[in-house]
């Protein structure tokens, strides 16, 4: 992410799931101004725990909601969340990662063989496939 961050110029990102904040720590540790949301609502706690003082601390959205974030991020990293979005909420979840990014979007999952095929993975290849927003993925 680090090096993406430069290759492309990115001034603003967001880490949707971000959990205690670990991730959104050692960015900004490497001079990137990244958000952190997660649905858990200990987040601003555990991220308080871990950032350093005085550092704006992650705060609590749930991704199956419609969220409240009006500006956009060059950005958005959702690291590990899609495969525990229930079926009914994806296109919700989707949207929001959408709405968010002004550039670029970051998923990735690690899953067993046994769930890869969950239903939101069809449902996040249908909608960027068909978005002019967003061309292509990989």
């Known amino acids: 992410v680090t090096q993406m961050w430069w290759d492309i110029g990115a ?5 949707i799931g971000c959990g205690a904040g670990y991730y959104v720590s050692q960015w900004r540790s490497r001079g990137l101004a990244f958000a952190g949301y997660d649905a858990n609502p200990r987040t601003p706690d555990l991220s308080g725990m871990l950032l350093p003082e005085g550092d704006a601390v ?37 949207r929001n990662l959408a709405r968010l ?14 769930v890869a095929t969950f239903p939101i993975l ?7 496939s068909n978005s002019r927003k967003f061309p292509s993925i990989v």
């Open 11 to 15: 001034r603003t990102g967001i880490d």
């Open 58 to 94: 992650c705060e609590v959205a749930d991704l199956t909601e419609e969220l409240d974030i009006s500006t956009p991020f060059d950005i958005v990293v959702c690291k590990d969340v899609l495969p525990y979005i229930p079926e009914k909420s994806a296109s919700t979840a989707i």
């Open 101 to 114: 990014s002004s550039h670029f979007i970051l998923l990735s999952w690690n899953v067993p063989d046994s």
């Open 122 to 128: 069809t449902a996040v290849i249908d909608f960027f």
